[in-house]
């Protein structure tokens, strides 16, 4: 938790309690169902909340904003994001009942009232958002499939919507499509070896 707090040092005492909460109770649910990689646990916030709070370097969603976190599984990004954003909702979308039910306890766990978790294919889902985004869970191209006739026809603001990914590796073939996708590295904000190849990747909807 310190690392979070080493880039991050504006928290309030609430957040740091919530923040510092996610380990032992993901421990606790893990030991139920495998939500989480037992070979990255010990690197639980460096691996798993510093990455998913990548987002937050780069972008802040506004207050009332509605953001979908697509294929949640264990509750990433959707749960760390939306402790640092409590003015945006976070509805956390995964077709795995198991893994929605352990996010569910977790929000009831952290009384987050932002954040809402429901079992269904995303491109199902009727609902409409100013933003998506998405840890590493398929290509680009198909999320982008999901998603595309699901924002909301007007903005509560003058940031255009869209899409935030949370990647790794070389994307040039899968972003070839996407030509005004914007690739922000991680290694510019976190100076840790884990965040050379990681990326956060702004696509607007435009």
């Not at 994307?171 to 965040?195: C, G, N, R, T």
Request: aromatic share 16%.
């Amino acid at each position: 938790m310190e690392l979070v707090q080493k880039y991050f040092p504006y928290l309030s005492d609430k957040q740091i309690d919530q923040l510092s909460s996610l380990k032992e109770l993901y421990a606790y649910w893990n030991a139920y169902v495998n939500i989480i990689s037992k070979k990255t646990f010990s690197d639980f916030y460096q691996k798993h909340v510093l990455f998913c709070l990548g987002i937050a370097k780069v972008f802040s969603f506004f207050t009332g904003s509605r953001v979908m976190d697509l294929g949640t599984g264990g509750g990433f990004p959707g749960i760390p994001l939306s402790i640092v954003f409590p003015q945006a909702e976070f509805i956390l979308v995964d077709s795995i009942s198991k893994k929605i039910k352990v996010v569910e306890k977790i929000i009831k766990s952290l009384h987050l009232k932002n954040a809402h978790a429901i079992c269904i294919r995303a491109e199902k889902l009727e609902n409409r958002f100013d933003f998506f985004v998405s840890r590493a869970v398929a290509k680009t191209s198909k999320i982008h499939n999901w998603i595309k006739n699901k924002y909301r026809y007007k903005s509560n603001s003058k940031i255009q919507n869209g899409s935030l990914y949370l990647k790794g590796g070389e994307l040039s073939k899968e972003l070839k499509e996407f030509p005004h996708a914007i690739q922000y590295p991680l290694y510019d904000f976190f100076q840790e070896p884990f965040f050379i190849t990681k990326k956060v990747i702004w696509i607007s909807n435009l």
